[in-house]
T-cell receptor
């Protein structure tokens, strides 16, 4: 298994709460990603980063924000959680290169907003 | 719209049989990757095939790529119960800086 860690593993919170999903990797990868995945469905890219102080929005519109202050850390924040945010959030990382290298995924955070 | 689409959406076979999953995509690619996802877990990279390659093997896995048809297939030979998972293809389109995943094939191996 890859050295990429996500916490918490499961989270149940009420509507309107602010939450931060943590993601850390120990492989020194420059590129990091956040995907959203509903059970049994495809992955949607919501944020990505090419390195420190670099963040970009992905293909799926999201009300979340990310930061990349350190190479190993890429947290995702929801300022005000809503039931529509209920989903699984997957963090991934990869080495930099001309082409897209294989992604290493964490085990995900399953978020439920009540 | 989604770059990669897997077919079938679900596949159920007996242990020991071979499983074949297909992936179609729409634009020119640098490479195509296959991933496995066990229930409730993250994805695990299986194999990468470059656009100038036609076939690649890794253990019981065989991947083919036909760029003229914009399609790829993943064959798992001599399936085992532990192969039960969802399998996703991901394409790295020319000029894109990210992978795009298909909706996956849910494979069930019956003992």
């Amino acid at each position: 298994e890859a050295d990429i860690y996500q916490t918490p593993r499961y989270l149940v919170i009420g509507t309107g709460k602010k939450i931060t999903l943590e993601c850390s990797q120990t492989m020194g990868h420059d590129k990091m990603y956040w995907y959203q995945q509903d059970p049994g469905m495809e992955l949607h890219l919501i944020h990505y980063s090419y390195g420190v102080n670099s963040t970009e929005k992905g293909d799926l519109s999201s009300e979340s924000t990310v930061s990349r202050i350190r190479t190993e850390h890429f947290p995702l924040t929801l300022e005000s959680a809503r039931p529509s945010h209920t989903s699984q959030y997957l963090c991934a990382s990869s080495v930099s290169g001309v082409y897209n290298s294989p992604l290493h995924f964490g085990n995900g955070t399953r978020l439920t907003v009540t | 719209s989604q770059q990669g689409e897997e077919d079938p959406q679900a596949l159920s076979i007996q242990e020991g049989e071979n499983a074949t999953m297909n992936c179609s995509y729409k634009t020119s690619i640098n490479n195509l990757q296959w991933y496995r996802q066990n229930s409730g877990r993250g994805l695990v990279h299986l194999i990468l095939i470059r656009s100038n390659e036609r076939e690649k093997h890794s253990g019981r896995l065989r991947v083919t790529l036909d760029t003229s048809k914009k399609s790829s297939s993943l064959l798992i030979t001599a399936s085992r119960a532990a192969d039960t998972a969802s399998y996703f293809c991901a394409t790295d389109a020319w000029g894109a800086q990210k992978l795009v995943f298909g909706q996956g094939t849910r494979l069930t191996i019956n003992p």
